[in-house]
């Protein structure tokens, strides 16, 4: 690996470099990622992207420069990013959940026609505590489990607001279909 040939076959991308490289730094790089990012995230995910993007980039790579060292920059530059991502989304969730006048972006996902908008204006009936829950679970799409850690409260809490939103929901528009877990 320490060759100057083999880093300049790295830097053409020769197959059978990069599976030499593979072979050689493929789990470290896998628990790099893992040590970074926490499980719900997809370390592995992240650990294949770095080496898709490293072989991208092969063209820019510095044949005096290691490639562990090269590899493993890209692969921790791609879990801050994530990490960077993952924050953002979960700020934006916290001051949704947290705002004046309730869920406010339902509006803006799936659905088409007259029923959806139904189901908007329905949810937006509903008290502030239930339209959180429908918001985490469907717009955000958040298990059931992460849904009573945002909010705060027992699974068994937020399963109980689920039903009763869906109770509340199913009374307001009985003549639609599909509202379920």
């Known amino acids: 690996m320490a060759e100057p ?21 493929g789990v470290r790089l896998r628990r790099l990622a ?18 898709v993007r490293g072989l ?6 510095d044949p ?9 920059t890209i692969c921790v530059n791609l879990c801050i990013s994530l990490l960077r991502r993952e924050g953002v989304r979960r700020r934006h969730e916290q001051e949704v959940i947290h705002a004046e006048g309730g869920i406010g972006l339902l509006g803006r996902t799936g659905g088409h026609g007259e029923s959806s908008a139904r189901v908007r204006r329905g949810v937006a009936a ?11 679970r469907y717009a955000c ?8 850690q945002l909010l705060g409260i027992s699974e068994a809490a937020a399963r109980k607001r689920m039903s ?3 109770e509340k929901l199913r009374m307001d528009l009985d003549d639609l279909k599909g509202l379920k877990d």
């Open 5 to 25: 040939a083999f880093r300049a076959r790295v830097r053409r991308r020769d197959p059978a470099a990069w599976e030499a490289l593979y072979a050689a730094y």
């Open 34 to 51: 893992h040590r970074v990012l926490p499980a719900r995230l997809d370390p592995e995910a992240v650990a294949q992207q770095a080496w």
């Open 56 to 61: 991208h980039k092969a063209k820019h790579y």
């Open 64 to 72: 005096a420069r290691a490639p562990y060292p090269w590899l493993s």
């Open 126 to 136: 509903l008290a502030r505590p239930l339209q959180q829950i429908v918001y985490l």
């Open 141 to 148: 799409e958040y298990a059931m489990a992460d849904v009573a």
């Open 164 to 166: 009763r939103a869906y």
